[in-house]
Structure formats: C-alpha cells, structure tokens
C-alpha cells in the first residue's frame, strides 16, 4: 500500500480567518505590511485595524498595504516543505494584490523544489478566499490529492459571493479605488457604498443611503436573495472595527432571511482594513 503524500494548505494573512480556527487547523499564513508615517509594520501581529484606525484618527496621513515580497514567500514555503511533500497555496486575488506574483516569483525561487508548491488565484480576498482555504482543508482531511484540491477550488471560487458595505467612502479613496468627487458626496448625502468582488476585481455594486444599520439590513436583504441558491453550511460575518450594534444588525438580518448552520463572525486584517475603513461590515458565502 502507498504511503499518503502529506499535503498542507496554506493562505494569505488576509483570508480574515479566525485565529483559533487556522491554529486548529495547522494553516499557516503569509504576513502582508502596512506602511505608515511612523514605520512599516507586520500584519496580524504588529498592527491590527483597530490600530490602524487609531492612528488614522489622530491625524496620520500615509497608510499603504503592501503584500509579502518574494523572498518572503520564498523563506515560507521553504520552511513548510520542511515537513509536507506539497503545499497548496491560496492567495489573495491577483486583480486586486501583488502577493499571487509575489508568490509565484517566490516559488520560482524555489527551484528544484518549485514542483512541490501549487498557487492557487483566490480571485478574492478576506473571507471569499476563506471559504476556500475551509473546503481545501476538508478535502486534505479526507486524503484527496492535491490534484483533486485544485480542481474542486478552481471551480469553486466562481460560486463564491464576496461583497461588502463601508460606512463612507473615505478609505477607498485614499487606496484609489474611487475619486474624490464620489467620496465627497458619499460623505455629504451619507451614502454608504456597497462593493463586490467580480471576476477577481473590486466593482461598485450599489449604494445605501441614510441610516446606516438600516443600510446594513438592505444590503444583506439583498445580497441574500434567491437563497435557494445559496449553500446552508455557512456564512462569514466579516467586518473593520464595526460597532456590537452594527454586528448585531448584521447577525440578525442573515438570520432573518435565510437558514445557516454555522454563522461566523470574523474581524478583518488590517491589510483588508486600511482599503475599506471603519464599520464595514461584508457577508460571504458560497453558492450552489
């Protein structure tokens, strides 16, 4: 009898993950940085939204995300091969980051050991890619092949719905998703901006306007239509340093419209943070 290839799945810092979860689950991340006026710090462990937004509060003025460079990628999957024959690699969309380039380069790097890493384009981020780096784990869990992995994650990242409301537009301005104009009236007419992820890029995809726990229930009202389409097994509540109000709101509203087994909150990385802002709440989930 063959010996199973030992296979591990591992993913960017911007999954938006819980910590305990990817812990229990020996996925381990690659850390992205965030550029301030005051230093380049480490994602996860050295900044975190909240104190990304502190800063921000009192006046700070650069705030950049950048991803791990290829050396850094290098030195991580070095060291994973030091115990797995394989690494799936889940990153983040490579419309959106340069971690998949960076991780390819950082594969390459790798040379006669380049075969034993696969990279895997999320066409995501936060828990959009998440919900993958969940299913990949299942499936290493059940001894399918890395081959096998692949395939189903392929095909599963179109059925992914990622999309997001922020409470204005003043972050996605300042990462140059939207202009100043728009962000100007969002600000004025307390229009609160709805985002998607579609075909691996950030689109516009409607607007709130008013009261925002009341646009937070629009939008999930919306975004959970036609739930016979959608899969039952979870959903990933994933927000920036929202309000328990705000949280509440959103719980709520999943429950109302549709029947999840598993409803997971998470708190979004500062790489994630620092393009959105504050009290941005999203729902991700996977459909049939």
């Known amino acids: 009898m063959n010996e199973q290839k030992k296979i591990c799945i591992t993913t960017d810092c911007a999954c938006d993950l819980p910590p305990d979860w990817l812990k229990e689950n020996n996925v381990d991340v690659v850390y992205f940085y965030i550029t301030t006026d005051t230093g380049c710090f480490r994602d996860v462990d050295e900044i975190t939204a909240r104190n990304l937004f502190e800063y921000i509060g009192r006046k700070g003025t650069r705030c950049v995300s950048r991803a791990a460079d290829a050396a850094d990628f290098r030195s991580f999957f070095e060291n994973k091969l030091r115990y797995y024959d394989t690494v799936i690699h889940i990153s983040i969309s490579s419309k959106i980051s340069d ?165 997971t909150v998470t708190k979004a990385s500062a790489t994630i943070s620092s393009n959105c802002g504050p009290r941005t709440v999203g729902v991700l989930f996977v459909r049939k």
């Open 99 to 263: 971690g998949a380039l960076n991780a390819a380069e950082g594969i390459r790097l790798l040379g006669e050991n380049s075969h034993r890493v696969l990279l895997l384009d999320s066409l995501h981020l936060s828990t959009g890619m998440g919900h993958l780096v969940v299913r990949g784990v299942q499936m290493v869990e059940q001894d399918a092949t890395a081959e096998a992995i692949l395939e189903e994650l392929t095909h599963m990242r179109e059925r992914i719905s990622t999309s997001f409301i922020a409470h204005n537009a003043e972050y996605m301005h300042r990462s140059g998703k939207i202009s100043k104009p728009l962000a100007v009236l969002c600000r004025h007419f307390r229009i609160h901006p709805v985002f998607r992820i579609v075909q691996g890029e950030i689109r516009m995809g409607g607007i709130q306007i008013g009261d925002y726990p009341a646009s937070i229930r629009r939008y999930i009202k919306k975004a959970l239509r036609h739930t016979e389409n959608i899969c039952s097994d979870r959903i990933f509540i994933t927000h920036a340093a929202c309000l328990h109000t705000d949280l509440d709101t959103a719980r709520s509203t999943v429950m109302q419209y549709a029947d999840f087994q598993e409803i």
